[in-house]
């Protein structure tokens, strides 16, 4: 199998170029058009082997559409439409160099969805495979998505299905598992986990129903973190509280018949790496955009006073919870 | 000593978040202002520990300032002005938390004196410490600077002197040697390996030449693989040859009491990392830019028509040099 020391990094890189568009390849840089009067979005992961990716779990294209995914929907978050990515990877030289053109077919895959080309970047030595991604995107600079930007009495909407992507990776990880799931179910779930769909299909259909109101803004962000954890951030960011109704939010279907409905409901909370939409507008325009989405989209809840986040649960005898930003997503602590 | 383990992803964010300007924090990604009209150019590089950098020549500080003035160079070198860059980071937990601070201090040091923001990022957790810096910038689509524009008759610029940083590496790796260098120059020389200037000065006063002549395209790309590496990339691309005249190219003056003439030229061609220009334009705009620089800046050469570049030396004894691309930069051979 010919490894990456045996083409160096030339070689590989010439082997790569079909993934990039011919015309921006063999200059100290990219040139992109941008359209005048938009602003420019810039984000960047860096993904890092047995870290945030694994051969266990995670086939090289698998690892590449992911990769590309959560940089996409970064975008979305932001109200912003891609231009292009670039991609930089540091590769131990045994690495096989048809390992390296499968991650670059996951994420061509995922970026040819929304006519994302990949514009270039860096490969280099190293002794850990590591793939830092910079996407970039414009935005009308009166209609970008922040954070900080909710307001009370807005209502807050999911753009669809949450924890589907943690059971996938519950189910990769122990196959074992689910024994009373359907085959159809656990795939379902598995590719909610392996090819997420980043929802810049979400912002042509609320950009025409703001159109027809006046001076709407929109706050929000992605829930790559988990659910509850994009709720509290959007909170924090924007000083506000929260009320958010349990029965509101729709959970997979496999769900009912596998986990207990504590287990269910933490899934969907705190599972993460959805990559839906949490967006917090008002109730006119929330009821507008959830009747266009459909599949999983919904209004959850209200916007209110304070700085509380709380989960209500409709039977009496829950008692309201706190939401918490995730656990789990602090790398550093071993 | 603090480590980053000890205070985490969010504690390390919340201590880096000095060097970044205060309104870009806190969302999915940064928000860039362009100008309209402009063209969005974009170049990435990854640098890994112990391939790229290493504490023996390197503090963090110029690690740091090292990264972004090579994005720097690669901007000018396409003839773009900075927005900003984005940093991500790879970490190993016992890093200790100064020498994450000094990285940016030393990035930051370089960036303020080009007003380029460092507009976010992301940081992880790595067994080897990693910097991947993608850097933004703006360019009149009408003067963008491409290495496939160089035409037959234009004269070859070089904006400054070099092999000055190869040198100061090898002083830096060899106490013992050059001496006969005086520490003046001794200093210099380390100076242009650890603080380079990426050429951007260079572009207003090419613009200011342009304007005054008639739809002049200019070609170029940097020389921090190497001045020979330069031109013979210029060459091919553009499908052209080279006469370059060994006695027009400027070395740094310590090499005369402590170089072979050999070892000087070899230093001067193929040294690498001086992050000047190599530009080619007419001869009447090339004189005029030459004048305007000063401090090294020269006309080296011609292109002519074929696909040979020639180092000519004017002594009748040393036939001409056929120039290569540079050596010792095929970093997966081992």
Known sequence: MTKV?????????????????????????AVLVTTPGQSLVVTTDVLVDDVHFSNVTTSPEDAGWRAAAANLSDLAAMGASPLGIAVGLGLPGDVSVSWVERL????????????????????VRSPVTTLSITAFGQADPSRIIRRSAAQVGDAIVITGIHGASRAGLELL????????????????LITAHQRPQP?????????????????????????SDGLADAIVQICRASGVGAIVEAKKISLPV??????????????????????????????????????????????????????KVLLHDEKAEI????????????????
């Open 5 to 29: 020391k045996d083409i160096g990094e030339q070689g590989l890189l010439a082997r790569l170029q079909r993934f990039c568009p011919q015309e921006i390849i063999g200059d100290d840089a």
């Open 173 to 188: 990880l122990h196959p074992e598992i689910g024994q009373n799931v359907k085959d159809a179910e656990k795939t379902a």
């Open 104 to 123: 670059y077919q996951g994420m061509t895959e995922c970026l040819q969805r929304y006519n994302t080309p990949i514009v270039g970047g860096d490969i």
């Open 319 to 334: 008692p309201d919870q706190v939401l918490t930003l995730s656990q789990g997503f602090q790398h550093f602590g071993q």
């Open 199 to 223: 929802r810049l299909d979400v912002l042509p259909i609320l950009w025409k129903i703001l159109d027809s109101q006046s001076k709407i803004s929109v706050a929000g962000m992605d829930s």
């Open 254 to 307: 496999a769900f009912e018949h596998w986990l207990t409905e504590e287990q269910a409901l933490n899934y969907t909370l705190y599972g993460g790496e959805d990559f839906e939409l949490v967006l917090c507008l008002p109730t006119d325009a929330a009821s507008a955009l959830v009747e266009k989405l459909g599949r999983g989209a919904a209004i959850i809840g209200t916007i209110i006073s304070g700085t």
